[in-house]
């Protein structure tokens, strides 16, 4: 198989029970890179009420590198205040270069610091963390990447760590970065819960437990749709009260994206452009109108069928909607599991989602961000956390 198309050739899983199946997985080659992006100070700058921001850079750090590598398909993940992104050697200097500037738009437009970092699979690998693979067909729009072994992990850790990460670090050496964020797209309202709550949620089974892994995982997602329902009731994201904004404040956010080092007035065009774009959308999806391209009638079906509410990258995280009850019954299960050593797990509890998109066809390949509001998968890492450190 040729490294450079390695992903794209992977064969999908349709079912996602599917990826607590060892053998739907294969190793990544060993010449690849482990991308990682995350905001430094993210809980604090979320809890000033920015996690907005936080969110809107993590899905940048994707597109800026997905526009640098152009047809080619490389696997990500989103993590909420920054993401993971994987790739083969030919691909490293053009998203360098590209991360370079999404680093220094970060820090231009939002006042933060984006950290960048590059690991080799082989390092991860020696160090007894194997980066394993495979691709769940979330829509016909998209296809995500599923990871385990506990490589993707191990490179997080080795960017953060002060010493381990001055080594891995993207630097900036005097290049002229910039970044192409087409795409990206920030114009929905918050999304209200459908059932009075949105639950963040992570959980990682304990490394001790060797192949009973995988049945672990499979029973945490069965128990999970026996709380909440199917995958109609799971997602968070429902037409009903999927809004499209107009208010300035909210879409000025991608405007500082799109139009960085822009004038003040290109800036205030590009807002205006938006902001008739979304009136115009939002009428055409009101009016159900069908054009040659696209039946708008449907469009927030095909938005929604692309959401990433749930996904898997060493460990599980998703973003569920439901009620106190569901959720009680949810947290003593995790909680019995673990006190007996089994997993460990974290939650944020709230009342709406957010939705940020990466659009490059109306009617084709997007992919639609989800998190939950004031601090989603940061806060709940942030607890989960907190229970590794009990104990210890």
Known sequence: ?????????????????????????????????????????????????????????????????????????????????????????????????????????????????????????????????????AKFKVSENYSQAVFLGGGLTRATELIKDPAAGNIYSIKNNGIAATADFSGLECRWQDIPSKYGEIVTLLVMVREDFGQQNHQLYRNILEKIEYIYGKEDSLNPIYSQNL????????????????????????????????????????????????????DWGVYKDIAIAATDYRKFDDMLRMVISGNGWQRSKLTEYLEQNYREGKLVYGLHVTNRALMTCLVFERSGQQVHFIDGADGGYALAAKDMKQRMMNDE
Do not use: H
């Open 243 to 294: 809004k499209l904004t107009l208010n300035s404040a909210k879409l000025i956010k991608e405007t500082l994206v799109r139009a960085s080092n822009c004038s003040w007035l290109d800036r205030q065009m590009y807002l205006s452009k938006i902001q008739l774009e979304t009136a115009l959308g939002s009428l055409l999806m009101n009016l159900k109108v069908k054009t040659e391209e696209l």
């Open 1 to 133: 198989m040729n490294s450079e198309n390695f992903y794209s050739e992977l064969p999908l899983l349709n079912n996602f029970r599917d990826i607590t199946d060892l053998g739907n997985f294969v190793d990544v080659p060993d010449d690849w890179y482990i991308i990682v992006t995350d905001i430094r100070g993210s809980t604090k700058a979320i809890e000033a009420g920015k996690y907005k921001e936080v969110n809107l850079l993590g899905a940048c750090s994707i597109v800026a590198v997905l526009n640098a590598v152009g047809k080619i398909q490389i696997p990500f993940v989103f993590g909420g205040d920054g993401a993971s992104m994987l790739m083969g050697p030919q691909l490293l200097p053009a998203a360098k270069i590209a991360l370079l500037a999404t680093q220094q738009m970060a820090k231009n437009e939002f006042d933060m610091d984006l950290r960048v970092g590059a690991v080799p699979v082989k390092v991860a690998v020696a160090a007894n963390y194997p980066v394993k693979i």
